[in-house]
């Protein structure tokens, strides 16, 4: 054959081979959602392991499509950063903020970019409105982060369901959240999916007979996880031998606790936010309880140790993570956030971290910033690899992932074991 030129059976076939590409580019140019990898479940044949960044990760059989999506994408994040709960929502930020510079970087969209405009809602419901109502109204965000504790996203929630702009909790874990609407899911297990495995260890290794409880009762998450421990306890036939309240901004505990005391509990159960909690232990040791504490996924946060000291030596908690995980993607995110922020993670910037890598995922799923796109994306997520271990939303718009249960030891939390 003369170089330069191409025989006639040799043309026909890359005539073919063009008409076939033009075909294939054309069906992957309509408007349907792209499936990449962080969609597909466990339970696909022939699978291979698709990396999809430092936070997530799936199996798949095909490799993750690249995004089409251009310039910034405007998300929201409402994060406690003022008051007595701010501890959970710095934590909180670190954990976005972290998630966000990585997706960014990796260009995990592509040639997009996400623009993370947070807001501090204070723990306040009035506050929580505002500033929600600010992020879907003024800054025209397409998605929304938070926020940090479940009495404010009771209150700001609605606001961006009426609205359609999906909204997702990273670490409230309070039951029925994601009843206000189709539009709000759930990355934290809810205290109904922890406190039973608490209890069933508990009882395992301590054998307790009688329990008392005590929790904040101006606080929608505080009751709620007690009504969850009194229900466990009385589901694995421990008494309950004290349920006492107190409201938020208390500071001397001693005459509750001297009367939780006269009732000679074998364990003492604790629902509180780390505003009291401190105070709380401490002074539940100082009127001679020496009895073992557990509390619920608020607790599992590091100014527990570092503020309660001796007298949190001991503490149980039932937790969605723990830092000492295998996890490859736990132990990846574990050394970013300690080289960034020269401190060692909580459960709260874990989940922060995921939920921001999930929102990312839904929205490239999607190849699109439309918010209920981005919402059906999410809804489909199923079997990511993450920081926090094997995660999915259910068909609720709920987490499913396996809790852990911790305890401190030696100033720091360590498996209850």
């Given amino acids: 054959m003369q170089k330069g030129r191409i025989s006639g059976s040799t043309g026909s076939l890359l005539a073919i081979l063009a008409l076939v590409s033009l075909t294939l580019l054309a069906a992957c140019g309509d408007n349907t959602p792209i499936t990449n990898s962080l969609l597909a479940t466990s339970s ?14 799936s199996t798949s059989p095909t490799p993750v499509p690249v995004s089409t999506l251009t310039g910034q994408i405007k998300i929201g994040a ?8 701010s501890p959970y ?7 976005y903020d972290l998630a966000v510079e990585e997706l960014n970087n990796s260009k995990f969209l592509g040639s997009a970019t996400l623009q993370l ?3 501090d809602d204070k723990g306040e419901k009035q506050e929580g409105i505002s500033a929600m109502t600010r992020l879907v109204d ?5 998605a929304v982060l938070g926020p940090t504790l479940r009495s404010t996203a009771l209150a700001a929630d609605p606001i961006a369901q009426q609205k359609g702009i999906p909204v997702l909790g990273a670490s409230i874990s309070a039951a029925n959240i994601t009843d206000m609407g189709n539009f709000i899911f759930q990355a934290s297990l809810p205290e109904n999916g922890v406190v039973p495995a608490a209890i069933a260890q508990v009882k395992t290794k301590l054998n307790p007979q009688k ?3 005590v ?10 996880a007690n009504d969850v421990f009194k229900a466990e306890l009385q589901k694995n036939g421990i008494t309950v031998t004290a349920n006492e309240a107190y409201n938020r901004g208390d500071t001397d505990f001693h005459t509750l606790f001297n009367k939780i005391k006269a009732t000679q509990p074998d364990l003492l159960i604790v629902s509180g936010l780390i505003g009291e909690t401190v105070p709380l232990v401490q002074q539940a040791r100082e009127v001679g309880i020496t009895q073992p504490i557990l509390g619920p996924t608020s607790f599992n946060i590091p100014d527990i140790y570092t503020g309660g000291k001796e007298a949190a030596e001991g503490i149980i908690a039932g937790s969605a993570w723990f830092s000492g995980s295998t996890g490859p993607k736990s132990q990846v995110f574990v050394a970013a956030y300690k080289k960034k922020y020269n401190i060692e993670p909580d459960q709260f910037a874990t989940q922060a971290y995921t939920g921001a890598y999930l929102l990312a995922t839904a929205i490239r799923n999607a ?3 439309d918010p209920k796109a981005i919402r059906d994306a999410l809804a489909q997520l199923k079997d990511i690899d993450s920081a926090l271990g094997n995660f999915s939303f259910d068909a609720n718009r709920n987490p499913v992932y396996d809790p852990v249960i911790v305890t401190v030891k030696d100033g720091k939390f360590q498996l209850f074991q």
């Fill in 44 to 57: 696909t044949p022939s699978t291979t392991r698709t990396t999809t960044g430092p936070g997530v990760s």
């Fill in 78 to 85: 409402l994060v406690t950063l003022s008051g007595n709960n």
């Fill in 89 to 95: 929502g710095i934590s909180h930020k670190n954990g």
């Fill in 117 to 119: 405009v947070t807001l």
């Fill in 138 to 142: 003024q800054e025209k965000v397409v």
């Fill in 211 to 213: 329990a008392a409880l």
């Fill in 215 to 224: 929790y904040e009762a101006t606080n929608e998450y505080t009751k709620g």
């Fill in 367 to 369: 190849n699109s910033t």
